[in-house]
């Protein structure tokens, strides 16, 4: 298993979009409904490299998903792209301060998207 990403979306058509794009590039990808389901995937399914994740979410936001990961030791440095619709200066600061690593607005176009992650995992 070369690099595992972690796509986290309640929708359904932004997961499978975003798989593509990743599957397509030679990512495998681990797919979660919201942040609770990808804090339990989390550990079991391989060393996750990378996350991206939404903002809106039901259960756990992404927000309260990132403060959540960082907080735990194993995963503190893993990057996380937040990838929502929310574009607004407060929201991408209250991201940021949380531990985001980067932030895409969608829509996205995937050459923007897997951009993003040859950056951040060089």
Do not use: C
């Not at 499978?16 to 399914?45: C, H, I, P, R, W």
């Amino acid at each position: 298993m070369g690099k595992l990403i972690m796509t986290v979306d309640d929708s359904a058509s932004i997961r499978q979009m975003v798989s593509f794009t990743l599957k397509n590039a030679g990512y495998d990808v681990l797919e979660a409904v919201d942040g609770l389901d990808a804090l339990n995937k989390l550990g079991g399914f391989g060393h996750v490299r990378m996350m991206i994740v939404d903002l809106n979410m039901p259960k756990m936001n992404g927000i309260e998903l990132i403060r959540a990961i960082r907080a735990n030791a194993n995963y503190k440095f893993i990057p996380i792209v937040m990838l929502t619709t929310e574009s607004q200066a407060v929201k991408k600061q209250e991201g940021k301060a949380a531990g985001a690593t980067g932030w895409i607005v969608k829509p996205f176009k995937p050459q923007q998207l897997l951009a993003v992650i040859k950056k951040v995992l060089g």
